[in-house]
């Protein structure tokens, strides 16, 4: 279970409170598209906190208590992203991530009460983008749903092949041996960055920024976990990599096949 409201961070409460002052950030652009969310929190104060904060930031947010309620939301409304807490009542985060994945690419957050590189490791392999740790200020989130979500973005107008695996920059596909390739933002942002620079080694962190927006050498393990989600689906086999290859002790290069 998530913490409870008298042990729960001051800048939640912080935002609680300034949330109640304005429905929306007056800095926010009134002709943006408003991104929606789909927050999964059982903690009543955290929940409603973030809530209220992600609003003032121009989101609009639709919540649930619990695992079997968010799916059951997510079915009927499809949010442009998930935030989604790890300890959970019944089906806990990740479970929720596992099935989600099966049938959707839709970009995912996660909460985690505590920076326990176990929890992290597991989300991440669950499938999801990103990972924020509790207790988490309304505005930091904001900043990493944006940054998510910007990953779908079009580029310009080019291709790149490598064998069979061509990569549509501006139609944002992926297409192996002619049939589209299901990637989260995530990953197809990682991939198209290693495809920018075919044959070089990017380190962790140089992917970090790229892909993240942010280069905490400690988060290398959203890196890791993102190639090795990547390498499932564009690999001939995963296990034996042709394409992305690990450069030892820097980071991942993407190569032309042989």
Not at 74 to 96: A, C, H, K, N
Not at 195 to 213: F, I, K, T
Request: charged share 30%; proline share 6%; hydrophobic share 40%.
């Amino acid at each position: 279970m998530a913490d409870t409201p008298c042990t729960q961070a001051p800048e939640l409460r912080a935002d609680l409170i300034s949330a109640h002052r304005s429905n929306r950030d007056p800095s926010i652009g009134q002709n943006e598209p408003v991104p929606s969310l789909l927050l999964i929190e059982d903690d009543d104060a955290i929940r409603t906190a973030l809530e209220l904060s992600l609003t003032r930031q121009g989101h609009r947010v639709a919540t649930a208590a619990s695992g079997e309620d968010g799916l059951k939301l997510l079915r009927e409304q499809r949010p442009d992203l998930i935030v989604l807490d790890v300890m959970l009542p019944g089906i806990d985060g990740f479970e929720v991530c596992r099935r989600i994945r099966r049938t959707d690419q839709l970009p995912i957050i996660l909460l985690t009460a505590r920076n326990d590189d176990i929890d992290v490791v597991v989300g991440l392999e669950s499938g999801a983008d990103d990972y924020v740790v509790k207790p988490v200020q309304g505005r930091v989130l904001d900043a990493r749903i944006r940054a998510v979500l910007r990953r779908g973005e079009r580029e310009s107008n080019d291709a790149a092949s490598f064998g069979s695996l061509v990569i549509d920059r501006s139609a944002m596909t992926v297409t192996k041996n002619g049939e589209d390739l299901q990637l989260t933002p995530t990953e197809l942002r990682l991939l198209l960055e290693l495809s920018r620079r075919p044959g070089q080694a990017l380190s962790r962190q140089q992917l970090l920024r790229l892909v993240w927006e942010h280069d905490y050498l400690g988060d290398s393990r959203l890196v890791d976990a993102c190639v090795q989600r990547l390498r499932a689906k564009v690999e001939d086999v995963p296990s034996s990599p042709t394409l992305i290859r690990t450069v030892r002790g820097v980071g991942y290069r993407l190569d032309p096949p042989q």
